[in-house]
């Protein structure tokens, strides 16, 4: 176990490296900072002062090192559009994000696992088919029609639910939510719905497809020659062995949840990260973009690792395989 968990850290560290140089190939390469921060009436000597004071008169290996060094500490210096520290634009706006992507991602797990093993089980009822035929609608309608749609009907014609904002937020040091008033629950419900209906329909027909296939194995039929109830069967055995394709797929889509909120944070002008990307992307502002897919990076790699050893407590299968392995 040791040794897979030292083994899986050496290939997150190697991956946040290529792409830590990605990063710093678009902060060094795209665009002229002392350009866009000085705008083209700037002095020759301006520029010459403002680039050492930036750093970019050094060799290309020493500005890579002091990139990372940085980067480290969560540090990718000033904002170009805005001028302001881009570890504390990003502090500003990552509860939001956070909120927003946990809680779709609770509705899309909570909700999408059940209808997967209600559609498994009853798979010839009406009620299984108008799941299924719903479900279609989640993948196949793309997601900023989803909220274009969902404020037409409950914002526009409805009145009931807010189009846009956060609104009203509890601070809570550095950290801000809206989760403790009715207000901040009300912005919460449309863009949540939004962001979780395409993983929620991934989840829930993943879940019957893995479900069907597990119930038509042999140790199931062996398992109802033995007596067992059908409640032990499908939830103690069938539903068990279900479960480690959709930890793979649910630990992904969580890292997809908060890298592609980009489009519902900007339709329902949602102030998170997605949003401050778009805008970055829209100014060329460099420092916050490759922030951003740092940022990225390390939630998809902290998230495939937690997967992994989630792998262990689902399926002892592995850890038989790997104690083999290891001896």
């Known amino acids: 176990m040791l040794v897979f968990l030292i083994r899986r850290l050496f290939q997150a560290v190697l991956v946040m490296l290529v792409v830590t140089l990605l990063a710093f190939v678009l902060f060094r390469y795209v665009g002229d900072p002392v350009t866009i921060m000085l705008g083209q009436d700037a002095t020759e000597l301006d520029r010459q002062a403002l680039r050492q004071s930036l750093g970019l008169d050094q060799s290309s290996i020493i500005q890579f090192w002091n990139f990372l060094s940085n980067a480290a500490q969560g540090e990718f210096g000033l904002s170009l559009r805005q001028g302001q520290s881009v570890a504390e634009l990003i502090k500003d706006r990552l509860p939001a994000t956070v909120e927003l992507s946990v809680i779709a991602a609770i509705l899309a797990l909570f909700i999408g696992l059940p209808l997967g093993v209600y559609t498994a089980l009853k798979r010839n009822s009406w009620l299984s088919q108008a799941i299924l035929s719903f479900s279609l609608l989640g993948i196949s309608l793309p997601t900023f029609l989803i909220g274009i749609l969902l404020i037409l009907v409950f914002s526009v014609h409805l009145g009931w639910l807010p189009s846009y904002g956060r609104g009203e937020v509890l601070r809570l040091g550095w950290w801000s939510t809206g989760l403790f008033n009715w207000d901040g629950i009300k912005h919460l419900i449309l863009p949540s719905i939004t962001l979780c209906l395409f993983q929620l329909t991934l989840i829930l027909r993943l879940v019957r497809s893995e479900m069907l296939e597990v119930l038509r194995s042999d140790y199931i039929k062996f398992a109802r020659a033995r007596g067992l109830t059908q409640r032990a069967i499908h939830f103690g055995h ?90």
């Open 238 to 327: 069938a539903l068990k062995n279900t479960m480690v394709p959709v930890i793979t797929i649910t630990g992904l889509q969580l890292g997809g949840i908060i890298a592609f909120a980009i489009v519902t944070e900007t339709v329902f002008q949602w102030p998170g990260m997605g949003l401050l990307f778009m805008q970055a992307v829209q100014f060329a502002d460099v420092p916050v973009m490759a922030a951003y897919l740092c940022l990225i990076a390390l939630v998809f790699v902290v998230i495939n690792l937690i997967v992994d050893l989630l792998y262990f407590v689902v399926d002892p299968r592995l850890r038989v395989n790997l104690n083999r392995a290891g001896a």
